[in-house]
């Protein structure tokens, strides 16, 4: 037979469309056409499929090859076609039977001596290949990953004559299995680690509990990092199918899955980072930093070092929890699910009411600094802290503070209510929140005359009131009350703060 028909995946962001790898060999001069929208990658394979073939003892057809890369209208790029493309060659020219990848899809790039080399995406490729049911050959080194993807057969090969031997039924690859639970290899920092901050410490675990934002204002040197970097470890385990979609979102940047695998992701880009590094593109659109903490934390240290634009891209996604970047001939939508944190100095010199150094910031200086964070951006960050300085007797006490084990505890009992909600407290609708909150009449006439001296806008009130609800979950508490509220409030205080220590803003 002349014709023949493999079936292999796309990679496009977190999906992983269907391609036909369809091959024709025809009478005529020598060379091989290929058509499909390929890429640069893509046609390279001709020189690396020929090659592979050659060294591993196919006879290479001395005829016209066609090869499609069905649909035409889909970019195709990278190297995960060589495998398919080798394959149907092998069965056009009869050397490997048609249907003997009937049931399969192929992917996997080849090194000229036939080895199969591994490629990014392979997980969101399994999951669609699951869809499908059908089984999927990868290379060697993609094998783990692609069994991540319960449910779906996955053949891993070393060496394209493998491939060719179980298709030919002479010697049949075992379907891959973990041979041990998967468990995560980094360690995550303690809270036990941190001395005295006790504010900050209580909003960490009230952002913990409710998965709010939260942003940490204090001198240099007094804990604001290594607060953040503990949030992840007080955060309940990633479910089977939140690690799925951490692990697609790594699988498509090339990064590796297995080492965090079920923790939550800690992502701390550098303040000179893009807009696109942080929300992620690029002509061929990846995900940026906001997807790769998906269902975890996105640490931003030094908040006003960053360009103002590039912190205004955060609003949107902080309230969709999506991201959806557009270019002219295409779309992608990428997950955004992420906490905020951040941490920042109250000036330029950092000392602005720091009782151990004076501050040399000019006033003007100590506005156009403040200045580069909007109004709109800190709305959506629910709690608020000050970090001051230690005194020493604290920092030179050895006595070790909580555990994170024991504030997961209490993290975990405050979610469990939640759930029964339907929802975390940070993404609980209105409604709903003005329901589970229950305020009374007095607290309510109450609550408006805070809101009208603080000039709050109508996001914080209801920040205000998811911070509250928490608080009650933490406490146990069957409906929010004035305590609850008075400390939600005390949390949006960062600019009145500000302008404490700031005469210009007075």
């Known amino acids: 037979m002349t014709l023949a028909i493999v079936r292999a995946r796309a990679s496009l962001g977190l999906e992983a469309p269907e391609v036909l790898i369809e091959v024709h060999l025809s009478n005529g001069l020598p060379g091989l056409t290929l058509v499909g929208l390929p890429e640069a990658a893509v046609k390279e394979s001709r020189e690396r499929v020929r090659s592979a073939l050659i060294n591993a003892g196919f006879e290479f057809p001395s005829r016209r090859i066609t090869l499609n890369l069905a649909p035409a209208d889909l970019p195709k790029d990278g190297g995960r076609f060589d495998l398919p493309i080798a394959l149907g060659i092998l069965m056009a020219s ?44 990868v290379p060697l080194a993609n094998a783990d990953e692609a069994a991540l993807a319960d449910g779906v057969e996955v053949f891993a090969a070393g060496h394209l004559l493998d491939v060719v031997g179980h298709l030919l039924g002479r010697e049949k690859l075992t379907p891959h299995q973990f041979g041990a639970p998967i468990r995560a290899r980094v360690a995550q920092p303690d809270m036990a680690d941190v001395k005295g901050q ?8 009230v952002a913990a509990a409710g998965g709010h934002n939260l942003l940490l204002a204090g001198p240099p040197g007094t804990g604001k990092t290594m607060l953040a970097s503990r949030l992840a470890g007080i955060l309940p385990p990633l479910t089977q199918d939140e690690s799925l979609e951490v692990a697609a979102v790594r699988s498509v940047c090339g990064l590796p899955i297995m080492e965090r695998w079920g923790q939550r992701p800690f992502r701390n880009p550098h303040h000179t980072s893009s807009s696109v590094a942080l929300v992620g593109g690029g002509s061929r659109p990846r995900p940026g930093e906001i997807s790769l903490a998906h269902q975890g934390v996105l640490f931003l240290d030094e908040l006003p070092e960053f360009d103002r634009h590039v912190l205004e891209v955060l609003r949107e996604p902080m309230e969709s929890a999506q991201i959806l970047i557009s270019r002219a001939n295409h779309q992608r939508r990428f997950p955004a699910r992420f906490q905020l944190v951040a941490a920042m100095n109250p000036c330029p010199c950092g000392h602005l009411g720091d009782p151990r150094q004076r501050c040399h910031c000019s006033p003007a200086q100590i506005q156009r600094y403040q200045s580069r964070l909007s109004g709109p951006l800190l709305d959506r960050i629910d709690l608020q802290v ?17 555990s994170s084990a024991s504030v997961m505890e209490r993290v975990l009992a405050a979610r469990e209510r939640q759930q029964a909600r339907g929802s975390l407290n940070a993404h609980l609708p209105g409604p709903e929140l003005e329901a589970a909150c229950a305020l009374s009449s007095d607290e309510r006439q109450w609550f408006a005359s805070v809101l ?55």
């Open 198 to 205: 006790h504010q900050a410490r209580r909003a960490l675990e």
């Open 94 to 137: 009869g050397q490997v039977p048609v249907e003997a990848a009937e049931k399969l899809e192929v992917v996997g790039e080849l090194a000229l001596d036939g080895a199969l080399r591994p490629v990014t995406g392979v997980l969101p490729t399994a999951l669609a290949a699951r869809r499908a049911s059908r089984g999927l050959i």
């Open 452 to 506: 009208d001296r603080l000039n709050l806008s109508a996001r914080a009130y209801h920040r205000v009131l998811r911070v509250a609800l928490t608080l009650a979950d933490l406490g146990g508490e069957a409906r929010v009350g004035k305590a609850q509220l008075m400390e939600a409030i005390g949390y949006r205080q960062l600019d009145r703060m500000l302008k404490a220590n700031d005469p210009t803003r007075a």
């Open 386 to 402: 000050e970090v001051p300085a230690l005194p020493a007797t604290q920092l030179t006490d050895q006595t070790p503070g909580e």
